[in-house]
């Protein structure tokens, strides 16, 4: 299957098609810049740092913005702004919209594969079939939209004429520390489940990883995904997860991909504001998912409505 | 930046007719625009250490006039904006109280009893603010009605038909003619810049204000954008600078309208500093005039505390 999805050949740079006639006579190549995603927009980092991001084996890629602790200030008040209006579509809409992501990204394979295999150390067939498993996760997730009310919701027998509905509610704004060890799959294993039900999210990419979370951040900026509802800081992750933890307009943190020396510190300060968190469990990115982490970022909210009026 | 240079008699002279008055604002050095934007964003980009900061945040809010100027105002409101006011913040009585609250002329008594005692003042807005538009006799009674009600500042608008028009001498004999109903109460002068159109009529309009008896040059009136720039506070910071030089009476600034960040509140306290320089860094002679910016001074402020980033959860709405 993999194989007929298969990008340009001799993609080795990353997200480079082969060289064109025009390269042999001495054309510069056009290098991209990475930087980060915050409020819709690419600014670079307030602190002006960048960091060098390497393949597997240590070779130079290319550079990464490094986000301060200002970039996570910048990119919550973007979240939080942004996350009301996303909450309010409807759920069917925000279906629509994850799809077109899917749509995005799949017209961005070879750049994908290119980042994959580098920043992962994996041939090009095993990356290919990664992005594939990647825009085909984010299609499932797309497809939650509209499902997720019925599965957490339900209506409840009470002892009065009452009718008693629980419906589930998006739980705000929420800082997501993706993977570490998968630069793509993981990183949307993070972030879709995250913004399906109506969360906005501020995430850490991988530390060395971090190119792929990048593509993914110009799928979203040409999808019709609300700027500010996704919004993906590079840089280092012990600089930048305590912030985020100690981050009083955070409603909950997923700490997927925090060191584990670190997640102690890090929950003792989400519990500052009572934040919701999701432990990292050793969850096997290429496993097929489980609705488990859109139902943790989802609150309970139940409706006493007299019968009869 | 250019300095003018006037005497007190040349003032007298100015203010003796129309023609004088024209002759006297028409020969007030040009502002050069392009030049004042880019003082202003010059000085906007100076970094404040955090020592600075925690000062200037709390200078921040010592200097703000907590305002409610909303056709759906209450007592009520009032009574909790005034509360506000006298302790921002609840859980840190560290927290200094802002200068004034600036409401509507009917919610001055209101305001009044609540801040009894307090220390924070009261302004109230008057002229049949926000338009001026309205006979001499009903803006003096609005004012008189403010002023008897026991508000402690008054801030009037200027007839901005009448200065572009070039009618110089009646927006004069307003600002005197409110001056004088004023009486022991402070009287700034609202120059709605953002109808103004050129920096040039921003510094003629500050100099005819200060010529006419203001205590305060003020912006805008918040109804109007643009509101408060930092291109157009410098020109009145120049405009109060050098009226000092040549008469030696200080004349506050009120910026108002737009500042909703701590960042641009502690910008324009850079400009204050470099322009006029450090006698006016006091509630007496800068004011800011801004509902939402005191959350702001205020999150900033339990983040130079804290460590960590607060939320708009924390705070009251306003």
Known sequence: MAEQRIPPSGSEAIGRIPPSGSEAVGRIPVAKTYKLFIGGTFPRSESG????????????LANAAQASRKDVRDAVVAARKAQPGWAAATAYNRGQVLYRVAEMMELRRPQFVGEVAAADGLDIETAVHVVDETVDRWVWYAGWADKIAQVAGSSNPVAGPYFNFTVPEPTGVVAVIAPQDSSLLGLVSVIAPAIVSGNAVVVV??????????TLAEALATSDVPGGVVNILTGVTAELAPVLAAHMDVNAIDLAGAPGE?????????????KRVVRPDGTDWAASPTPDRMLALVEAKTVWHPVGI | MTTVAVT????DAAAASDVSLRRFLHGLPGVDQVGAEARAGMLATRSIKRGAKLWALDMALRMTDLTTLEGADTPGKVRALCSKAMRPDAVDPEVPSVAAVCVYPDLVPTAVESLAGSGVRVASVATSFPSGRASRAVRLADVAEAVSAGAHEVDMVIDRGAFLAGRYAQVLSDVVAVKEQCGNAHLKVILETGELRTLDNVRRAAWLSM????????????????ASTPAVVLVMLEAVRDYAEATDSLVGVKAAGGIRTAKDAIRYLVLVNETAGQRWLTPDLFRFGASSLVNDLLMQRTKQRTGSYSGPDYFTVD
Do not use: C, H, W
């Not at chain 1, 740092?49 to 130079?60: K, M, V």
């Not at chain 1, 510190?265 to 009572?274: F, G, H, K, T």
């Open chain 1, 49 to 60: 740092r960048s960091y060098a991001a390497t393949r597997r084996n240590g070779d130079f």
């Open chain 1, 205 to 214: 990419a991988a530390q060395e990883r971090p190119l792929a979370a990048i």
């Open chain 1, 262 to 274: 670190m997640v102690p510190a890090l929950e003792r300060s989400a519990a500052d504001n009572v």
């Open chain 2, 8 to 11: 007190p008699a040349d003032l």
């Open chain 2, 211 to 226: 010529v006419g008896g203001a205590d305060f040059i003020k912006t805008s009136t918040g109804k109007v954008a643009p």
